[in-house]
C-alpha cells in the first residue's frame, strides 16, 4: 500500500477517511485555522471507541513541526490529534506545538485512548484540559512508549498526569513506557502524578518494571492523591530507574518513582543508568536527543561531543572540540553548525 502524504491540516483530518492506512507527514503544518472548524469545535480527533473504527494504521511524523492544532470538545471523550487507536498503531516523530485540547475523559496531546499501539519519539507542547484520565502525552495508555516528551500543562478531575492519565496493564496485554519525561504543570482533583496520575496493573506483577527512565519536574496540585510521579497505583515492582523533582512538584511523596531535589535531578550521576552521554556539562535536566541535535545516546546533556546526522538537516558539528578518533581533548562553547557532505 502507497504511502498517503500530508502536508496541511485538511490532510490530518483527513486520515478518518482510512483509519488502516499509512501515512508521512512531509512539512510543517501551520493548524492554527482548526480553531474555525466545526463551528468552533476545532479538530475532529482521528478514531472512535467503536471496534472497526479506532485508528490502526501509521503515521511519520519525520520531525516536523504541526503549530497550533486546536479542539474544544468539552462533551466528547477520546480527545487528541488521534482519539482512540488500536493494536496495530505505530506513531512516530511527531511534534505537536501550541495545542489547545479541551475534552471530557480519555484526552491527551498525541492520543486520547491507547489499545496496545507502539509510539516513538513524539513530543508535545501546550494545554491539555479534560474531566477524568487526562495527560499531557496520552489519556489512557497501554501499549509500548518511547523516547517522547510533554511539556504541555495538563488540567483535569480524576487520573490526571503531566505526561499519562492512567496507565494500563490488562492480565491479557502490554505496557512499556521507557526513556520519556514531562515538564508541566499538573492540576486536577484526585489521583494526579507530575508523571502519570494512576497505574492499574490488572492484578499482574511483571517479572520486568513497566516504567523505566523516566522522570518528571512540573508542578502538582491535587486535593487528594497528590504525588510527585505518580499519583495512585503502583509498587516498586512496576518502575526502575524513574524520578521526580521534589522542589518544583512542590510534592514529598509518590507510588511510584524517587524524589530529589532540583540539585540533585541536574547532576549526571543521578542518571549512570540510563544511555546518557557520560561527559562533563552545565547542570541541567536530562533532556532527549530528540530535542536535540548535538546528543549522542538517547538521553544527554547539550554540550554532548558528537557529530550526529539530523535526517533532515544533515551532519551538525557539536560544541566541542573533537579528535579524528572522537576523543574529547577541549571544550569550545561553539555554536552547531551544518557540515556539507558525509559523516566528518
Known amino acids: 500500500m ?7 491540516a485538511t490532510d490530518l483530518q ?39 473504527n479506532r485508528f490502526v494504521g501509521t503515521l511519520n511524523g519525520n520531525s516536523y513541526e504541526i503549530t497550533d492544532l486546536y479542539i474544544n470538545r468539552p462533551t466528547e471523550g477520546g480527545v487528541g490529534l488521534f482519539g ?15 495545542v489547545s485540547f479541551v475534552g471530557k475523559n480519555n484526552c491527551g496531546g498525541l492520543l ?5 499501539s507502539d509510539i516513538e519519539r513524539c513530543i ?4 491539555i484540559t479534560g474531566e477524568n484520565v487526562v495527560g499531557g502525552m496520552v489519556g489512557n495508555f497501554q501499549g509500548h512508549l518511547k523516547e517522547s516528551v510533554s511539556e504541555a500543562t495538563v488540567n483535569g478531575q480524576d487520573s490526571v498526569g503531566g505526561f499519562c492519565g492512567r496507565s494500563y496493564r490488562p492480565s491479557a496485554g502490554t505496557l512499556s513506557i521507557f526513556n520519556c519525561c514531562s515538564r508541566g504543570d499538573v492540576d486536577g482533583n484526585d489521583s494526579v502524578g507530575g508523571f502519570i496520575g494512576d497505574h492499574s496493573h490488572g492484578g499482574v506483577t511483571p517479572s520486568t518494571p513497566y516504567l523505566q527512565n523516566c522522570y518528571s519536574v512540573g508542578r502538582v496540585v491535587a486535593i487528594s492523591n497528590a504525588g510527585g510521579f505518580s499519583g495512585s497505583g503502583g509498587s516498586s515492582a512496576f518502575w526502575k530507574y524513574c524520578f521526580w523533582d ?20 541536574e547532576l549526571y550521576y543521578n542518571y549512570i543508568h540510563w544511555d546518557i552521554s557520560p561527559l562533563p556539562a552545565p547542570k541541567e535536566y536530562p533532556v532527549l536527543y530528540i530535542e536535540n541535535e548535538n546528543i549522542p545516546t ?31 581533548i577541549e571544550w569550545e562553547p561553539l555554536e552547531p553548525r551544518l557540515i556539507t557532505g558525509t559523516s566528518p
Request: net charge negative; charged share 20%; hydrophobic share 35%.
Open 298 to 328: 538517547v538521553w544527554g546533556c547539550v554540550g554532548a561531543p558528537v557529530h550526529y546526522v539530523h535526517p533532515q538537516k544533515g551532519w551538525l558539528e557539536c560544541p566541542l572540540k573533537i579528535k579524528t578518533e572522537g576523543e574529547l
Open 14 to 52: 483527513a486520515m478518518e477517511n482510512d483509519l488502516y492506512a499509512d501515512y508521512e507527514i512531509i512539512k510543517d503544518i501551520d493548524a492554527s485555522g482548526t480553531s474555525t472548524w466545526n463551528d468552533g469545535a476545532g479538530f475532529d480527533p482521528v478514531g472512535i471507541a467503536t471496534l472497526g
Open 2 to 8: 502507497a504511502i498517503i502524504e500530508i502536508s496541511d
Open 124 to 127: 508535545v507542547y501546550g494545554s
Open 246 to 265: 521534589k522542589d518544583t512538584s512542590e510534592q514529598n511523596a509518590s507510588t511510584m518513582g524517587v524524589g530529589r531535589t532540583t540539585d540533585v535531578m
Open 84 to 98: 482512540y487507536v488500536g493494536s496495530s498503531c505505530h506513531l512516530y516523530d511527531i511534534v505537536l506545538k501550541s
Open 112 to 116: 486520547g485512548y491507547s489499545f496496545t
